[in-house]
Protein backbone atom coordinates (compact mmCIF):
# COMPACT_ATOMS: atom_id res chain seq x y z
CA UNK A 1 0.00 0.00 0.00
CA UNK A 2 1.36 3.55 -1.16
CA UNK A 3 -0.13 7.13 -1.02
CA UNK A 4 1.07 9.31 -3.17
CA UNK A 5 0.26 12.91 -4.34
CA UNK A 6 -0.98 13.51 -7.99
CA UNK A 7 -2.69 16.26 -10.05
CA UNK A 8 -5.55 16.83 -11.06
CA UNK A 9 -6.66 17.96 -15.00
CA UNK A 10 -6.43 21.70 -13.79
CA UNK A 11 -3.16 21.08 -11.85
CA UNK A 12 -4.60 20.73 -8.43
CA UNK A 13 -2.47 17.86 -6.25
CA UNK A 14 -4.88 14.86 -5.13
CA UNK A 15 -4.47 12.03 -3.21
CA UNK A 16 -3.68 8.57 -4.44
CA UNK A 17 -3.57 5.57 -2.72
CA UNK A 18 -3.33 2.01 -3.13
CA UNK A 19 -4.62 0.16 -1.25
CA UNK A 20 -4.87 -3.96 -0.68
CA UNK A 21 -7.93 -5.60 -0.02
CA UNK A 22 -6.49 -8.19 2.17
CA UNK A 23 -5.14 -5.63 4.82
CA UNK A 24 -7.57 -4.39 7.46
CA UNK A 25 -10.12 -1.19 6.81
CA UNK A 26 -7.81 0.54 9.26
CA UNK A 27 -5.10 0.61 7.34
CA UNK A 28 -6.80 1.74 4.10
CA UNK A 29 -7.67 4.82 6.49
CA UNK A 30 -4.23 5.13 7.86
CA UNK A 31 -2.84 5.30 4.08
CA UNK A 32 -5.26 8.98 3.63
CA UNK A 33 -3.27 10.42 6.91
CA UNK A 34 -0.21 9.39 6.12
CA UNK A 35 -0.43 11.23 2.77
CA UNK A 36 -2.07 14.46 4.74
CA UNK A 37 0.45 17.14 5.61
CA UNK A 38 -0.32 19.58 8.53
CA UNK A 39 -2.39 22.19 6.84
CA UNK A 40 -5.34 19.56 5.51
CA UNK A 41 -5.02 16.54 8.10
CA UNK A 42 -8.02 18.38 10.12
CA UNK A 43 -10.31 19.08 6.98
CA UNK A 44 -9.24 15.37 5.38
CA UNK A 45 -10.76 13.89 8.69
CA UNK A 46 -13.81 16.02 9.19
CA UNK A 47 -14.63 15.49 5.57
CA UNK A 48 -13.96 11.85 6.15
CA UNK A 49 -16.01 11.41 9.38
CA UNK A 50 -18.91 13.51 7.25
CA UNK A 51 -18.73 11.48 4.67
CA UNK A 52 -18.32 8.27 6.55
CA UNK A 53 -21.43 9.22 8.65
CA UNK A 54 -23.90 10.32 5.49
CA UNK A 55 -22.90 6.73 3.91
CA UNK A 56 -23.58 5.06 7.13
CA UNK A 57 -27.05 7.54 7.79
CA UNK A 58 -28.09 8.25 4.27
CA UNK A 59 -31.58 9.22 5.45
CA UNK A 60 -30.57 11.57 8.51
CA UNK A 61 -29.31 15.27 8.13
CA UNK A 62 -25.70 16.09 9.88
CA UNK A 63 -25.14 19.10 10.95
CA UNK A 64 -22.17 21.02 11.88
CA UNK A 65 -22.41 22.11 15.44
CA UNK A 66 -18.78 23.31 15.89
CA UNK A 67 -20.21 26.97 15.89
CA UNK A 68 -22.95 25.98 18.13
CA UNK A 69 -20.94 24.24 20.96
CA UNK A 70 -18.40 27.10 20.68
CA UNK A 71 -15.75 24.94 19.83
CA UNK A 72 -12.78 26.52 17.79
CA UNK A 73 -13.49 26.30 13.99
CA UNK A 74 -10.32 24.99 12.77
CA UNK A 75 -8.56 22.68 10.59
CA UNK A 76 -8.30 20.07 13.26
CA UNK A 77 -11.53 19.99 14.96
CA UNK A 78 -15.05 19.87 14.28
CA UNK A 79 -18.57 18.45 15.29
CA UNK A 80 -21.27 16.99 13.84
CA UNK A 81 -24.93 15.90 14.95
CA UNK A 82 -26.81 12.85 15.06
CA UNK A 83 -30.06 13.50 16.94
CA UNK A 84 -28.26 13.44 20.65
CA UNK A 85 -24.81 12.31 19.27
CA UNK A 86 -22.45 15.00 18.42
CA UNK A 87 -19.54 13.47 17.22
CA UNK A 88 -16.00 16.02 17.75
CA UNK A 89 -13.50 15.14 15.53
CA UNK A 90 -10.07 16.62 16.31
CA UNK A 91 -6.35 15.63 14.50
CA UNK A 92 -5.10 17.09 17.49
CA UNK A 93 -6.99 17.15 20.33
CA UNK A 94 -6.85 20.13 23.20
CA UNK A 95 -8.75 21.63 26.27
CA UNK A 96 -10.77 23.05 23.47
CA UNK A 97 -12.21 19.85 22.16
CA UNK A 98 -12.66 18.62 25.37
CA UNK A 99 -14.57 21.62 26.11
CA UNK A 100 -16.70 21.23 23.67
CA UNK A 101 -17.53 17.99 24.63
CA UNK A 102 -18.73 19.41 27.89
CA UNK A 103 -20.51 21.43 26.30
CA UNK A 104 -22.45 18.56 24.45
CA UNK A 105 -22.47 17.26 28.26
CA UNK A 106 -24.15 19.91 29.65
CA UNK A 107 -26.67 20.14 26.86
CA UNK A 108 -27.49 16.36 27.17
CA UNK A 109 -25.77 15.17 24.43
CA UNK A 110 -23.58 12.02 24.36
CA UNK A 111 -20.00 13.30 22.81
CA UNK A 112 -18.25 10.98 20.64
CA UNK A 113 -14.49 12.04 20.38
CA UNK A 114 -12.79 10.81 17.32
CA UNK A 115 -9.03 11.40 16.70
CA UNK A 116 -5.95 9.43 15.12
CA UNK A 117 -4.89 6.44 16.60
CA UNK A 118 -1.44 8.34 17.04
CA UNK A 119 -3.40 10.86 19.59
CA UNK A 120 -5.90 8.35 21.26
CA UNK A 121 -4.10 8.59 24.55
CA UNK A 122 -3.45 12.08 24.49
CA UNK A 123 -7.33 12.41 24.19
CA UNK A 124 -7.86 10.06 26.71
CA UNK A 125 -5.45 11.81 29.21
CA UNK A 126 -7.44 15.36 28.61
CA UNK A 127 -10.47 13.43 28.93
CA UNK A 128 -9.48 11.87 32.73
CA UNK A 129 -8.08 15.48 33.68
CA UNK A 130 -11.03 17.02 33.08
CA UNK A 131 -13.27 14.52 34.68
CA UNK A 132 -15.25 13.32 31.71
CA UNK A 133 -13.79 10.49 30.12
CA UNK A 134 -16.34 8.22 31.44
CA UNK A 135 -19.43 10.67 30.09
CA UNK A 136 -17.57 10.80 26.39
CA UNK A 137 -17.19 8.09 23.77
CA UNK A 138 -13.52 7.77 22.56
CA UNK A 139 -12.37 6.18 19.65
CA UNK A 140 -9.99 6.25 17.06
CA UNK A 141 -10.79 7.59 13.50
CA UNK A 142 -9.20 4.08 12.05
CA UNK A 143 -11.02 2.08 14.27
CA UNK A 144 -14.75 3.76 14.53
CA UNK A 145 -14.28 3.98 10.71
CA UNK A 146 -13.11 0.27 10.37
CA UNK A 147 -15.86 -0.63 12.47
CA UNK A 148 -18.61 1.34 10.06
CA UNK A 149 -17.14 -0.22 6.79
CA UNK A 150 -17.48 -3.66 8.49
CA UNK A 151 -20.88 -2.75 9.48
CA UNK A 152 -22.06 -1.37 6.07
CA UNK A 153 -20.53 -4.45 4.31
CA UNK A 154 -22.24 -6.82 6.28
CA UNK A 155 -25.67 -4.76 6.15
CA UNK A 156 -24.78 -4.70 2.21
CA UNK A 157 -23.26 -8.04 1.60
CA UNK A 158 -20.58 -6.76 -0.21
CA UNK A 159 -16.85 -6.56 0.36
CA UNK A 160 -15.27 -3.84 2.34
CA UNK A 161 -13.16 -2.56 -0.17
CA UNK A 162 -16.37 -2.12 -2.04
CA UNK A 163 -17.96 0.35 1.05
CA UNK A 164 -14.83 2.08 1.50
CA UNK A 165 -14.69 3.11 -2.04
CA UNK A 166 -18.07 4.50 -1.68
CA UNK A 167 -16.92 6.66 1.22
CA UNK A 168 -14.35 8.18 -0.63
CA UNK A 169 -17.00 8.79 -3.23
CA UNK A 170 -19.12 10.83 -0.90
CA UNK A 171 -15.82 12.47 0.35
CA UNK A 172 -15.09 13.74 -2.94
CA UNK A 173 -18.46 14.96 -3.59
CA UNK A 174 -18.44 17.37 -0.64
CA UNK A 175 -14.95 18.36 -2.18
CA UNK A 176 -16.79 19.28 -5.22
CA UNK A 177 -20.15 20.67 -4.55
CA UNK A 178 -20.57 20.59 -1.45
CA UNK A 179 -18.87 22.26 1.54
CA UNK A 180 -15.23 22.43 0.53
CA UNK A 181 -13.99 23.88 -3.07
CA UNK A 182 -10.30 22.34 -2.60
CA UNK A 183 -9.69 19.69 -4.86
CA UNK A 184 -6.48 19.24 -3.63
CA UNK A 185 -8.18 17.08 -0.70
CA UNK A 186 -9.78 14.96 -2.97
CA UNK A 187 -9.09 10.95 -2.75
CA UNK A 188 -8.40 8.47 -5.58
CA UNK A 189 -8.23 4.58 -5.24
CA UNK A 190 -5.64 3.94 -7.92
Not at 119 to 144: P, T, V
Amino acid sequence: MTTTSDFVADGTARILIDIDPQTSPAEWVKSIFANADDRTAGLIAKHFVAALLQERFPYLDLRDVSRQTRQVESESSSALSIGSLIYHTSIKPTAAVIRACRQSIAAEHLPILLVPDSQFDRAAILAKQSRIESLICLFSIENYATMAIILMSGDRSVGPIEVFRDVLHRYNQRQTAEVETDLSLQIEVR
